[in-house]
């Protein structure tokens, strides 16, 4: 066709892709039509998924793959793509660093295929040594960011099954040797890309029996980690002017604690303007790119809408101790179109690709059936809200109240910045309580004896959902059940600690603060299917460390 080299007129595709009907996770259509064609895929083609318009494009009419990143084997996840319609001409592609799970799935996915590439075989249980060799003779891309050493010395596949067999997506056999897949039907595959909001999945490393990790591997496993953070960074936030800042100071000029993550930090000019630390807002860092915040006359962030899935944001302070309470106004989704929404609160490593109440960092009260959510399990709990609701949110810690992990930041030999963040355990904060109200009536407790994390407002938008936030000093809906002396507003949080009994909680100081983000995964579509594989993910790296 002419159309595609010439500029003159936009490209166009042969047929009208808002009147396809997709399944819940927009992964297959009722028409099996895909691609800028419209051609009907096999579950043994490559897709790619166009992070703008979500549909699938076959690898083979896509022309923006480089050389390195091949293989491209189907299932794979690890990239963000935009298809040459959405884009007005040029394709993009970038890839992304790989999670050990999605490794794994992919690697299994591809072994269930069935001989005629239409499904998966089910019942079938495969031995980990195969889908470990699977990996070896399909490295390159898939496993972008992951060194083969890791694959072998620390058969990290298996490891990270082990992991995810109480996830609800692999069952593993009693010796641990074999590995069942639990779902095959193709709603219920994990297909869609990784995309992540500011860096990817977090890299944890240890110190050896005391030993300090020599400054040449740790920079060396960084650098990998670095340059893919900087590329998603460029690719979603926004861009703003460079500003100066304090150099960070070398590996070997801090002191590293035992046990401890490292953490990319987003280079501070793609954040945009700093926000007035004074006064509690949603927080422009801490919020999924797709997430639109509109400000007030005043300049401050208190209204979200969302953009097609799941998506977090977050307030700027969060509340470590004592009893704190906000509430929020549900507004009418935009343009008229539906939305939904989960309310609640999270710690700063929430995933913002992701629903309130996906992991083990959030929890959440949902506007469909009123359920509560935490690490993605539903829970009948209060009434379903709409637009026109207020929910109030209110959290009463206990003790302990957050822990606080020690932060350091320094830069590698190629002057890339990361923090390192101590690594422990996550305890219970004994006697804490989160609880909702409707229009002030109390709904009662949600959860007790959460941990013991900094928890910050949250919420999460689906689709055109618009939410307005009311962080106080006064509520449509002060809690009925509270005495006023029992709890203060958000909004207090931001207040200079001097001027209050102490209650106040640090205000998440910006960019560095910002980078905790990226936990990658998805939580498209309905948001229960998540992958579930990114929190063990985490943990298998945590078993890494204590070899
Ligand atoms: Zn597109």
């Known amino acids: ?33 895909y691609g800028y064609k419209g ?86 249980w495969l031995k980990v040594k195969n889908v470990v060799s699977w990996v070896q003779s399909h490295w390159g891309g898939l496993t972008s960011g992951r060194h083969q050493s890791q694959l072998l010395e620390n058969s990290a596949i298996s490891k990270c099954l082990l992991y995810t067999q109480n996830a609800a997506l692999f069952q593993m056999s009693e010796d641990k040797s074999e590995v069942l897949l639990k779902h095959v039907a193709p709603s219920k595959l994990q297909l ?32 990998k980690h670095a340059s893919a953070a900087c590329m998603q960074v460029l690719i979603t936030a926004p861009t703003g002017s460079p500003q100066a800042r304090e150099l960070a100071p070398s590996l070997d000029q801090i002191k590293l604690p035992d046990k401890y993550r490292m953490l990319p930090v987003p280079k501070i000019e793609m954040l945009g303007a700093p926000q007035d630390p004074t006064v509690v807002q949603l927080s422009r860092p801490h919020r999924a790119p797709q997430i639109t915040l509109r400000e007030n006359e005043q300049g401050v962030a208190l209204s979200a809408v969302g953009y097609k899935g799941y998506r977090m944001v977050r307030a700027t302070h ?82 302990p109240g957050a822990i606080v992990r020690q932060r350091q930041r320094f830069r590698d030999p190629k002057g890339v910045e990361y923090l390192v963040e101590e690594e422990r355990a996550r305890v219970p904060s004994v006697g804490s309580v989160l609880a909702f109200y409707k229009n002030g009536k109390p709904l009662g407790p949600a959860f007790t004896d959460v941990h013991a994390e900094q928890y910050f407002p949250a919420a999460s938008l689906y689709r055109a959902a618009c939410l307005t936030f009311n962080f106080g000093p006064s509520f449509a809906f002060p809690p009925p059940d509270l005495e006023v002396d029992a709890y203060s507003p958000v909004s207090s949080l931001a207040t200079p600690k001097s001027a209050q009994d102490g209650a106040a909680d640090g205000a998440a100081d910006g960019a560095a603060d910002g980078v905790a983000d990226g936990a990658d995964g998805d939580g498209e579509g309905g948001g229960e299917g998540g992958d579930a594989g990114e929190e063990a993910d985490a943990a298998m790296d945590e078993a890494e460390m204590e070899e």
């Open 192 to 223: 869609k890309p990784l995309i992540s909001s500011a860096v990817p999945n977090l890299p944890m490393v240890a110190r050896s029996g005391g030993a300090r990790p020599k400054a040449e591997s740790v920079g060396g496993a960084g650098s």
């Open 318 to 399: 969060g509340v470590s101790s004592g009893c704190y309470y906000y509430e929020v106004l549900v507004q009418e989704p935009l343009h008229g179109e539906d939305g939904h929404m989960r309310i609640g609160w999270s710690t700063e490593a929430g995933d913002l690709q992701a629903p309130v109440g996906y992991d083990v960092n959030s929890y959440a009260y949902r506007d469909v059936n009123g359920a509560k959510f935490h690490e993605s399990l539903g829970e009948p709990y209060g009434e379903p809200y709409k637009a026109g609701d207020v929910i109030g949110c209110m959290l009463r810690m206990g003790e």
């Open 39 to 124: 051609e009907p895929r096999l579950l043994s083609d490559a897709m790619l998924q166009c992070d703008m318009c979500e549909q699938w494009f076959f690898l083979s009419e896509v022309g923006c793959v480089p050389k390195d990143a091949k293989p491209f084997v189907p299932f794979q996840r690890n990239y963000r793509f935009s298809c040459r319609i959405c884009t007005g001409g040029t394709e993009q592609f970038e890839l992304q660093q790989n999670t050990w799970t999605s490794i794994a799935l992919t690697a299994i996915y591809n072994l269930l295929l069935s001989d005629d590439g239409t499904s998966l075989k089910a019942g079938v």
């Open 1 to 33: 066709m002419a159309s595609m080299s010439s500029s003159s007129h936009k490209e166009e595709l042969p047929y009208a892709l808002k009147q396809l009907n997709w399944d819940q996770m927009h992964h297959f259509n009722s028409q099996d039509t």
